[in-house]
């Protein structure tokens, strides 16, 4: 056995330090967008953050997420950097340049509010409320930053509705079609597991403190298995690594489930009682062979027997799923044939077993009360026009003829400069000097660089909210505790101010945490940080399905009508360029949040016969190119990637980027089969030295 730490992911931090005598410590929680939610104890002097890390471990404190274990990230220990950035926005600003130069002047919120409300009054005056598009996210926010109060005000208004599709949409539909409302597996019965299956997830990086989880198991027993297109470092420490080509997870995944049937490895009885569409799923995976599913993923036939034998002998099997197997044009049968595999095995029932994906389960929350008092009816209302965030570029811009045009876009709690798709499009559509631009934001971002206002965001030290994971079954309260920096105002402080100049009553608009908490909670806030006991939630034998059409089936569903396609179905992704670009996450950075003091590595990862066969050497800039765009950048090269698979990292910053464009500019805003879910790892590129 190791020292305590050393199964920690690539970005796992040191272990808690004691605050040093007579600085003030405060508990908080992270609610940044990662799986974890830690529990945080951060040392606070005179009002002023100095430093973060994790709660100390103590297993009789019930408001201690037990996931955290005594450790947080680097970059969150680093947090207090972003909280008082050079970036850092202090104050209302007001455009003053070109659009796009950054160019500013300071104004005060009543000014700032004024112009914004005025701007929106006249746009729906003007081109109708369908014209003002409210791009909101915040998912590195709490419950009542993204949520709650803030989406109302559009919806009172009737505007345009960005529908969140840029992340686990597709995932999560899927899950829904499979198991309707059913919570995941409780990450902490992992060390249960006698196999564990990493699918399309990489924990190293995104999900740190998974890892010291898998190493229990596998002291324990376990046998633990990999599918990615890249060596990670979870994948080198797993007993069997399936370097699939990206996009061809349902051909692999229907192939172990036609070799399970050949085999006799289902699990007829529960099947019988626990599942429906069985017989139209195992129809179409007989169409995979391993060796065409072999021929189609890019790994050997013996692999594929091997994971079907393990996944049906090895009992309790825990398949962990992440967001990267999504992000293509298969990506919803993608996550529906994995889905089906622990069905298929029947491993389901007891700890350890199961599926893992989304955890995010609140069971305490109901907006039906907070909507009732602000908009006066507790069910949503008429419906409105729902833009796809993945093709926000093509909406501002005017290129799709079947987009009515925006003319006022307000950005709360998100960067879509740098993480939407089709960037140069989303650029283009953001310089439009007809377009108002709204973005309420704590540093100045590429996207805040298009402003006409940009109003100034607290961070979660400075305003108390509720975190929910989304990786584990915890709620925990965020606290303030700092100063604000600035004139920082909280997403539902905008909203209401926003209201109160649109004519709405103040009253009902007020946005005090305390208040709206109580009435989306009803007053029960939990206490505790568990929202679920480990213990007495394990699928299939204390929480069922519950399918929304049909509350009564409380079978998993394979094959089923209510999806686009019944059953799972591959389609060939036609290679328009030689290249697979994926953009995984970087240990540095939560999507871009954190990258003003760390940012992600720039650099294109290629394989070393990818960059041979093309005479480009590590270190050397290249050319890296599509229909869409062309960047310069420099080459890794990675013996850990699979020859025909590119990598550059998610979370970088166009003004970090010599042409000023990051991965995303090569990344097409296809949509996913399910959801209209992003395609980040369905880019096509080809990549060549610079001439000269
Ligand atoms: N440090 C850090 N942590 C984060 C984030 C971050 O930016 N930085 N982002 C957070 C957010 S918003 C999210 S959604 C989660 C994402 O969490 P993950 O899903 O773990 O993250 P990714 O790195 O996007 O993808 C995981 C793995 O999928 C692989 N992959 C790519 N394409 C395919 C494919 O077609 N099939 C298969 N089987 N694998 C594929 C990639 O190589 C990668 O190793 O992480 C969260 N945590
Ligand atoms: N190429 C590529 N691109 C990707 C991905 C990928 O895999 N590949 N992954 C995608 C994924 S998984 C995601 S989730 C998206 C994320 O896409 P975005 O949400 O656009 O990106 P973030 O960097 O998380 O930006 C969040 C911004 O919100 C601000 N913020 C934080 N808290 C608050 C608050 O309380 N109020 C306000 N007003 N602002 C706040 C932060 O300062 C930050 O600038 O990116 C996607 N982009
Ligand atoms: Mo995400």
């Known amino acids: 056995m190791g020292r305590p ?3 920690r992911g690539a970005d796992g931090g040191d272990p808690v330090v004691t605050p040093a005598p007579g600085l003030r410590s405060a508990r908080t929680a992270c609610p940044l967008d990662c799986p974890d939610g830690c529990s945080l104890q951060v040392v606070v002097d005179d009002g002023r953050l100095i430093s973060v890390d994790a709660a100390p471990v103590d297993p009789t404190d019930e408001t201690v997420n037990p996931l955290t274990a005594g450790f947080i ?15 850092r926005i202090t104050t209302p600003l007001v455009r003053t340049g070109p659009k796009g130069a950054a160019d500013f002047r300071e104004a005060s919120w009543d000014e700032a509010l004024d112009l914004v409300a005025a701007n929106v009054r006249s746009t729906i005056d003007q081109h109708g409320p369908a014209a003002v598009a409210p791009y909101l996210y915040t998912s590195s926010g709490g419950a009542l930053a993204s949520g709650a109060l803030v989406p109302l005000l559009w919806e009172a208004l009737g505007t345009a509705e960005v529908a969140d599709t840029i992340c686990a949409a597709t995932a999560g539909e899927a899950w829904d079609l499979t198991f309707g409302d059913m919570p995941a597996a409780h990450p902490l019965s992992l060390v249960d597991a006698r196999l564990v299956v990493l699918w399309g997830v990489n924990p190293a990086v995104s999900n740190t403190h998974l890892p010291p989880l898998v190493a229990e198991a596998k002291r324990r027993g376990a046998t633990v298995v990999v599918v990615d297109p890249r060596r ?3 994948a080198k420490r797993a007993d069997l690594h399936l370097a699939v080509r990206p996009g061809t997870d349902v051909a692999l995944a229907m192939a172990l489930a036609a070799s399970m049937e050949a085999e006799g490895l289902l699990a007829t009885d529960f099947l019988a009682d626990h599942a429906s569409g069985v017989e139209e799923h195992l129809a179409a995976a007989r169409e995979w062979t391993p060796e065409r599913a072999a021929d189609v993923c890019g790994i050997p036939a013996e692999q594929i027997v091997e994971l079907a034998g393990l996944i049906g002998r090895s009992r309790p099997a825990l398949f962990r799923l992440g967001w990267g197997l999504e992000r293509n044009r298969n990506g919803g049968s993608a996550v529906r044939a994995v889905l089906a595999l622990p069905v298929l095995a029947g491993q ?75 960037q140069a499009l989303v650029h283009r559509g953001l310089g439009r000097d007809d377009l108002f631009c709204v973005v309420h934001e704590q540093v100045m971002t590429d996207t805040a660089r ?8 607290t961070t979660h030290f400075e305003a108390d909210d509720l975190a929910i994971a989304y990786g584990t079954f915890v709620a925990q309260p965020v606290t303030a505790v700092i100063d604000r920096v600035g004139g920082s105002r909280t997403n539902a402080e905008v909203v209401a101010g926003l209201a109160t100049r649109l004519g709405f009553d103040p009253a009902v608009w007020d946005p005090d945490p305390a208040r709206v908490l109580g009435l989306v909670t009803r007053g029960g806030v939990p206490a505790a940080a568990s929202t679920l006991d480990p213990g007495a939630a394990v699928p299939f034998r204390d929480v069922w399905p519950v399918h929304a059409d049909d509350p009564d089936d409380r079978r998993a569903r394979l094959g089923t009508a209510a999806a686009p396609d019944p059953v ?32 992600v590595d720039g650099s294109v990862r290629v394989h070393p016969d990818d ?60 949509l996913s089969d399910l959801a209209g879910g992003a395609c980040f790892n369905d880019a096509r590129v080809e990549i060549a030295p610079l001439a000269g």
């Open 348 to 422: 389901f029932g007891e700890p350890g077993s199961g599926a893992l994906l989304s955890a995010s389960h609140a069971p305490f929350w109901d907006s039906a009360p907070l909507r009732a008092e602000v908009l006066g009816r507790a069910e949503p209302g008429p419906p409105r026009r729902v833009i796809n965030m993945n093709r926000i570029g093509q909406v501002l811009a005017g290129t799709d003829p079947a987009e009515a045009p925006v003319h006022l876009l307000f950005v709360q709690g998100a960067n879509p400069a740098a993480t939407a798709p089709n």
């Open 450 to 457: 298009f402003a006409d206002v940009v109003l100034p965001a």
């Open 611 to 670: 960059a041979a066969s093309r005479g480009v050497l590590d270190g050397q800039t290249v050319r890296v190119w599509n229909d869409l765009a062309e960047l310069e950048v420099t080459v890794t090269v990675d013996p850990d990637l699979r020859p025909g698979v590119v990598a550059m990292a998610k979370g970088a910053w166009c003004r970090d980027s010599a042409s000023g464009l990051t991965a995303n500019a090569l990344v097409p805003d296809t």
């Open 568 to 599: 799972a179905t591959h389609r060939e992704l036609a290679p328009t360029f030689p290249l697979t670009l994926i953009t995984p996450a970087s240990p540095r950075t939560i999507n871009t949040m954190l990258g003003e003091w760390n940012p």
């Open 5 to 7: 730490g050393d199964d």
């Open 73 to 87: 990230c680097k970059k969150v220990k680093g947090h207090a950097k972003r909280v008082y950035a050079p970036e």
């Open 232 to 234: 990670t470092a979870t």
